[in-house]
């Protein structure tokens, strides 16, 4: 996590965003892997807004199946609708979630990756 792509895999681009937890997430052969959990407490009863910034580091194939298909999780349910980076390289975009906590005083947050390619 120090913000350079390229020295992760030689076919990336980098574009840094923000001096804090960046990462390159490439696909797998396990759609659904978490690539980023934290374990936090929360009040319960409250609502909750999950937000990232994604930016595409390589445009693979060139089709929406070369970029990266992230979806949030809380507990292991996924939440609201999975994302897709930018079409262009180097071009950062926010995604969020939001989460109502109903009865939990503790939530894993996770980014799962949906991308195989």
Known sequence: MNGNASLVHG???TNPHSPTYQMVVNGA???GANVWCVP???APNSDYAF???VSTCNV???TINGRAKLQFSINGIV???PFYSPATVNTWQQFFAT???GSNTSA???VVNLNVT
């Open 11 to 13: 076919n990336f681009n």
């Open 29 to 31: 052969g396990n759609p």
């Open 40 to 42: 936090t407490p929360v």
């Open 51 to 53: 937000s990232a910034w």
């Open 60 to 62: 693979g194939d060139g």
């Open 79 to 81: 939440l609201g609708e």
């Open 99 to 101: 989460w109502n906590s």
């Open 108 to 110: 894993t947050i996770c």
